[in-house]
Nanobody, 129 residues
Framework: QVQLVESGGGLVQAGGSLRLSCEAS????????AGWFREAPGKEREFVAT????????????VYADSVRGRFTISRDNAKNTVYLEMNSLKPEDTAVYYC??????????????????WGQGTPVTVSS
């Protein structure tokens, strides 16, 4: 049984930082593209970042949403089968439930909602002004 378990969410002031973690069991992350999505109150779930590990001698492919590029960093630790989302310079508009995702099909190098095969349960992030 595949499980993606997120952690690291919480309450932070604007300008602060958080690091989200997503540990996988039942699948090997390096065989999948890993991604983060978020869902703000009253809004649809949206793409945040995707990371696809190319292999031992091939660079990773990483794509960010325009709204987080330069502030958020996605990374993975294959040994821990874990994906991270480092979030810096947080803004109130980053407030949302953040979901970890995994899939094998990418469109323009990114995971899309319809192509996600596995979802985590979500971790809430609240940024106060």
């Amino acid at each position: 049984q595949v499980q993606l378990v997120e952690s690291g969410g919480g309450l932070v002031q604007a300008g602060g930082s958080l690091r989200l973690s997503c540990e996988a069991s039942g699948l090997t992350f390096k065989n999948y593209a890993a991604g983060w999505f978020r869902e703000a109150p009253g809004k649809e779930r949206e793409f945040v970042a995707t990371l696809r590990w190319g292999g031992e001698s091939i660079p990773e492919t990483i794509v960010y949403a325009d709204s987080v590029r330069g502030r958020f960093t996605i990374s993975r630790d294959n040994a821990k089968n874990t994906v991270y989302l480092e979030m810096n310079s947080l803004k109130p508009e980053d407030t949302a439930v953040y979901y970890c995702a995994a899939g094998t099909q990418l469109i323009n190098s990114r995971l899309t909602l319809k192509k996600v095969q596995y979802w985590g349960q979500g971790t809430p992030v609240t940024v106060s002004s």
